[in-house]
């Protein structure tokens, strides 16, 4: 889930017990949209240095279409099996000055 994610904000529902594919349903408020992020929390020190640009809207993507089929709203919002973060990257070696 991790990414850079592009939600259009919509109309409060009537009935807060629908399903994810019935939001989808709803009229969208105006233009508004919400751009969001999602990191790695062991990534948070590098990803604290990214610019907040507005420019860069183009990098965000909507997430993918929902189904009114709540086995696959399940099945999407459910972790992977199988699925490992990869492990962080190594830091390089520090060179020890002699003298």
């Known amino acids: 889930l991790s ?3 592009r939600l259009p904000l919509r109309a409060l529902p ?3 017990s629908l399903s994810l594919g019935q939001l989808n349903g709803i009229p969208q408020v105006g233009q508004a949209e919400l751009f969001l992020r999602l990191v790695n ?3 948070a020190g ?3 240095l990214a610019e ?3 420019a860069s809207a183009q990098e965000y993507q909507y997430p993918p279409p ?3 089929s709540p ?3 399940a099945s999407f919002l459910a972790p992977k ?3 490992v973060d990869p492990p962080p990257p190594e830091d390089p070696p520090q060179q020890q000055s002699q003298g």
């Open 3 to 5: 990414g850079r994610w």
């Open 14 to 16: 009537l009935d807060p």
């Open 41 to 43: 929390a062991r990534d």
């Open 46 to 48: 590098v990803q604290t």
């Open 52 to 54: 907040i640009n507005p």
């Open 66 to 68: 929902m189904s009114s």
């Open 71 to 73: 086995s696959l709203e």
């Open 81 to 83: 099996a199988g699925f």
